[in-house]
């Protein structure tokens, strides 16, 4: 009967394990927009100075004058939101390995309006730019991140081995490999919405979803109570 609730206990902090490397994995970073009128505005605008040919400004400052920039932005959805997750990411490293520059299909970004085309263009023109700007320290990231996803499924796998033959030292690569997850996020998530806001718009965000602090949360509490556990379930055969 002991050796049937030792089982289940250990199966329970291995289940606990996958929960929280799943989350860490699948749950996504999102990048807001809550005022697009705003933004397509910000974006119109930066589009103009960036560009030599002056009869663009002057075809902007007739839409303008005319009423027909404000229809157009109009037409924008109220609110815009891209969702990645941390495989999501390592899929588009690979996509800027192979191809040298991201596109919004890669982003899935998608257009109903001319105007939200021209915005979707923009905004992956700024992400390039960025990324041909710190191109060497880029490389180097996008190496050590491709490899960290592997890294990081190995630990858990380690993890859920010696939680699976009772050793507490289990705790060890699962606080390892839930922080290193987290912490890659976080960075990755800070970086984007920097850029964004100096490059594209002020009011971009860019935020970690509700489920990857519960992936966090999931994987240090099972880490901090399973040598618990694992200690008194050996007291009590003893």
């Not at 490293?93 to 991201?102: I, P, R, W």
């Not at 009772?166 to 890659?184: D, E």
Request: aromatic share 8%; glycine share 4%.
């Amino acid at each position: 009967m002991k050796n049937i609730v030792k089982i289940i206990l250990r199966l329970i902090m291995v289940g606990l394990a996958a929960v929280s490397f799943w989350l860490l994995m699948n749950s996504n970073v999102s990048l807001k927009i809550n005022d697009t009128q705003a933004m397509g505005k910000e974006v119109i605008n930066r589009v103009v100075d960036d560009s030599d040919n002056p009869n663009l400004k002057a075809g902007v400052e007739l839409l303008e004058a005319s009423g027909l920039e404000k229809t157009l932005l109009e037409q924008l959805p109220p609110k815009y939101q891209v969702n990645l997750s941390y495989a999501d990411l390592y899929r588009l490293c690979e996509k800027y390995n192979d191809q040298g520059k991201l596109t919004t299909k890669d982003l899935g970004l998608t257009s109903k309006s001319k105007l939200e085309e021209i915005i979707n263009e923009y905004l992956v023109k700024q992400i390039n730019h960025k990324l041909k700007e710190d191109s060497e320290d880029v490389n180097h990231i996008i190496t050590i991140y491709e490899y960290s996803i592997f890294a990081v499924a190995l630990l858990f796998l380690l993890a859920a081995i010696l939680i699976l033959f009772g050793r507490s030292s289990a705790s060890i690569p699962l606080a390892l490999a839930t922080i290193a997850s987290f912490v890659a996020l976080w960075l990755a998530s800070n970086e984007a919405m920097t850029a964004l806001q100096s490059r594209v718009y002020s009011g971009i965000l860019v935020t970690l979803s509700q489920e990857i602090w519960v992936g966090l949360t999931v994987g240090i509490i099972t880490a901090i109570i399973w040598p618990v556990i694992n200690r008194l379930t050996k007291r009590k055969k003893k």
